[in-house]
């Protein structure tokens, strides 16, 4: 059964960090090129980062510089390190594999407010 389980979000001040985690099982995961996805209140869902499962990144323009990805294949888990975090940066964060396929986790709410 896939399962992706996302944690890691909370209440951080603006200028603050936070790690996301995502625990993926059920799939070849190692084999998967992996991607973490944002919704804020009222928007679409959109693409924030991406990894390779040779271990490639990228990141969109609206986060470059202060997010990053990363992945451990030994524990099928992706990672998201998010610094200088800035109010618009407020969502529901989960992952997926790039050009989703699976069933969507519930997400970590990631909320930046002084």
């Known amino acids: 059964q896939v399962q992706l389980v996302e944690s890691g979000g909370g209440l951080v001040q603006p200028g603050g960090s936070l790690r996301l985690s995502c625990a993926a099982s059920g799939f070849r995961f190692a084999f998967a090129d992996m991607a973490w996805y944002r919704q804020a209140p009222g928007k679409q869902r959109e693409l924030v980062a991406s990894?390779?499962?040779?271990?490639?990144?990228n990141l969109e323009d609206s986060v470059k510089g202060r997010y990053t990805i990363a992945r451990d294949n030994t524990k099928n888990t992706v990672y998201l390190l998010m610094n200088s975090l800035k109010p618009e940066d407020t969502a529901i964060y989960s992952c997926n594999t790039l050009n989703p396929t699976l069933p969507w986790g519930a997400g970590t709410q990631v909320t930046v407010s002084s």
């Open positions: 990894i390779t499962y040779r271990g490639n990144s």
